[in-house]
């Protein structure tokens, strides 16, 4: 009878053990099914804003055409430094040529029409490196769908705790 007495006691020790764990747990899940709650109020004011970073090497392969007109005004003067050769008829004599030196500055003021009209080929690679900041309102309708689920999911797991 002693031995029944001490299983009993110790079944009953076990019992309200395990039962105060099982409070403790139940307590735990309650706090995170509130914090959760929470989270999801916050999320639901204030929607989910990130950043995303782009780390690419972009490839620019392209022609490009480049079609200008336009006058270039010029204005200077250009040295002469030369001797000409000239033939003189003497007559009776016969013909002479004779070495005549130049020697001058010749001023020069003009507009020049210049056309440019090519196509140039490019041909590069680019790096581009850039955050790309993204918002999501908690009125757009994804994220509001997902809310109010959550919340109905939430709420079905509180009648449990």
Not at 78 to 89: I, K, M, Q, R
Not at 106 to 118: G, S
Request: aromatic share 6%.
């Amino acid at each position: 009878m002693v031995i029944v007495a001490i299983l009993a006691v110790i079944s009953v020790v076990i019992n309200v053990a395990l039962i105060a764990a099982l409070l403790a747990v139940r307590r735990q899940v309650s706090r995170a099914l509130t914090d959760a709650r929470h989270l999801l109020d916050s999320l639901a004011r204030h929607g989910i804003s990130l950043n995303v970073p782009i780390s690419r090497t972009v490839n620019i392969k392209s022609n490009v055409p480049f079609k200008h007109e336009f006058d270039f005004p010029f204005k200077g003067s250009f040295p002469v430094d030369t001797a000409v050769s000239v033939s003189l008829d003497l007559g009776p004599l016969g013909t002479q040529s004779v070495s005549v030196p130049i020697k001058t500055t010749v001023p020069v003021k003009a507009t020049v029409p210049i056309c440019i009209d090519e196509t140039f080929h490019i041909q590069a690679e680019a790096p581009v490196e850039t955050n790309v900041p993204i918002h999501f309102d908690p009125s757009d309708p994804p994220l509001k769908d997902l809310i109010t689920q959550a919340r109905q999911w939430l709420e079905s797991l509180r009648k449990y705790f």
